[in-house]
């Protein structure tokens, strides 16, 4: 398991409730106390991207522009996800870009995780629109090594049959799969959970990745507590729960 941190800035490091010496130290720290991989999501914006609705503007440190690669690369990430947040206006072509970038910048020294969950504000809110076995050939073999798609019941259209053909094309190319749930419904009804816990281990996802739309940027914490339950059992689930590096 993994963590990778939202609407953070590379530019002006801050993490609420954490207290550190020095900004540089944030990500130290963290990684400290939750004893995983930490990462950064860096929005790859497209400044000719269809809009679908109007944009937010983003300061420099939440982009993937080298600047905050290099800065990301400082504070320790172990890995960078190059994706789209509601209306930043991210294409895949911006992140096919992003990662060629990245690979200048980190040699196969940081993962990469690319893809899109959603519209991210750029039109073609379907399945289709989001990402197509060329996309995900494209990102594999320019260098990603987990390939973000939308969850399977999350956008339009995305079916177990087209998640899992999806999947497939991933695995071919040697990359990892990661299923996204970023439609606010990591907070919907615990059946709602389960059921799209185990579409997507059906569908052969190799990551779950469910979103912050709950509670204070979080999911709701019995939902992320169904979802690995249904994938993985009460015995999995709770040792997680109870581990500790710092015990």
Request: hydrophobic fraction near 40%.
């Amino acid at each position: 398991m993994a963590e990778a941190l939202n609407v953070f800035d590379v530019d002006q490091p801050n993490i609420q409730g954490l207290s550190v010496d020095n900004p540089k130290h944030y990500i130290t720290e963290l990684k400290k106390l939750v004893g995983r991989p930490i990462g950064i999501n860096l929005e790859s914006l497209d400044p000719d991207a269809d809009h679908a609705e109007t944009l937010d503007t983003l300061p420099k440190g939440r982009t993937a522009v080298s600047e905050s690669l290099d800065k990301a690369k400082e504070l320790g990430m172990d890995f960078v996800c190059f994706t789209g947040n509601p209306k930043t206006g991210v294409t895949n072509t911006a992140i096919l870009k992003s990662i060629r970038e990245e690979k200048n910048i980190f040699h196969d020294n940081i993962l990469i995780i690319a893809g899109k969950m959603y519209g991210a504000g750029v039109r073609n809110k379907s399945v289709d629109g989001i990402v197509s076995k060329n996309v995900v050939v494209e990102f594999a073999q320019a260098g990603a090594d987990i390939i973000l798609l939308p969850a399977v019941g999350s956008v339009p259209g995305s079916t177990l049959a087209k998640t899992e053909a999806l999947v497939l094309t991933v695995h071919e190319e040697g990359a990892l799969a990661l299923t996204a749930i970023g439609t606010s419904q990591e907070g919907a009804a615990r059946e709602t959970i389960q059921q799209l816990a185990l579409q997507n281990r059906m569908a052969g996802a190799d990551v779950h990745h469910i979103g912050d739309a709950g509670e204070h940027g979080i999911a709701v914490p019995e939902n992320i507590m169904d979802y690995s339950t249904a994938i993985r059992g009460k015995r999995h689930t709770y040792v997680r729960m109870a581990a500790s590096i710092n015990r």
